[in-house]
């Protein structure tokens, strides 16, 4: 079992550019969730998606965007970067039908913006 | 809603000697509650959950938490720590099983053992 993979691992990009950032969850899971985690901060719940929809959003703007594909990977979209997008973005997969409400963690994609 | 709150944010500790990492939280229904290790340049790994029943949970490495329902606390102890515990330490809650699994984590914990 790979678990949750993320990609690219690291990033550069300038201010007001566009990013993409992938997800693969972990084998049997269909529900993923995205969270930003700034320097020396907690992770912060950016938004889930189920079913190839957004089921719930955290407190961040519309630049912020997000897919689900019928494989159940996912992809976060942030549009006109600014300087405090830079964080590490972690993936975490989930199974609807869980009990527990446990998520797997992807190792993060660390995006810096200059 | 829900919050949490990491008391310290760093915790230095000699190797060897016990530790205790402390976590208070805030909901007005009922949460689920995890801790989570998070080793530099690495995602989060679970160390332990706590769903219901015992409010003493056994994790991974040692390390053990106690839910005081009372006290609205979770924290975190290991009776004796190793170098390679060294690592940011977040509690993080969840609602219940709502289809959400939304968590709300802590700011984290640094914890640095000293040889």
């Known amino acids: 079992d790979a678990g949750v993979t993320q990609s690219p691992t690291h990033l550069i990009k300038t201010r007001g550019q566009q990013v993409t950032l992938r997800c693969s969850p972990k084998?049997?899971?269909?529900?993923v969730s995205w969270y930003q985690q700034a320097l020396g901060q907690g992770p912060q719940f950016i938004f889930q998606?189920?079913?190839?929809?957004?089921?719930q959003r955290g407190n961040f703007p519309d630049r912020f965007s997000g897919h689900q594909f019928p494989n159940y990977s996912s992809e976060l979209n942030v549009n006109a970067l600014l300087l405090g997008d830079s964080a590490l973005y972690l993936c975490?997969?989930?199974?609807?039908?869980?009990?527990?409400?446990?998520?797997?963690f992807g190792p993060g994609t660390r995006l810096t913006v200059l | 809603a829900q919050s949490v709150t990491q008391l310290d944010s760093q915790v230095p500790v000699f190797e060897e000697a016990p530790v205790e990492l402390r976590c208070n939280y805030s909901?007005?229904?009922?949460?689920?509650l995890f801790w989570y290790v998070q080793y530099p340049n690495q995602g989060l790994q679970l160390l332990l959950k706590?769903?219901?029943?015992?409010?003493l949970v056994k994790g991974i490495n040692g390390f053990e938490a106690e839910f005081n329902k009372s006290q609205t606390s979770f924290h975190l102890r290991k009776p004796s720590v190793h170098i390679s515990d060294t690592a940011e330490y977040f509690c993080?809650?969840?609602?219940?099983?709502?289809?959400?699994?939304?968590?709300?984590f802590g700011t984290g914990t640094r914890l640095k053992v000293l040889a």
């Open positions: 084998s049997g899971h269909d529900t």
């Open positions: 993080a809650v969840s609602p219940p099983p709502s289809g959400t699994y939304k968590y709300i």
């Open positions: 706590y769903l219901s029943g015992s409010t």
């Open positions: 909901s007005s229904v009922s949460v689920y």
């Open positions: 975490a997969s989930s199974y609807s039908a869980g009990r527990n409400n446990e998520q797997f």
């Open positions: 998606y189920y079913e190839e929809e957004e089921r």
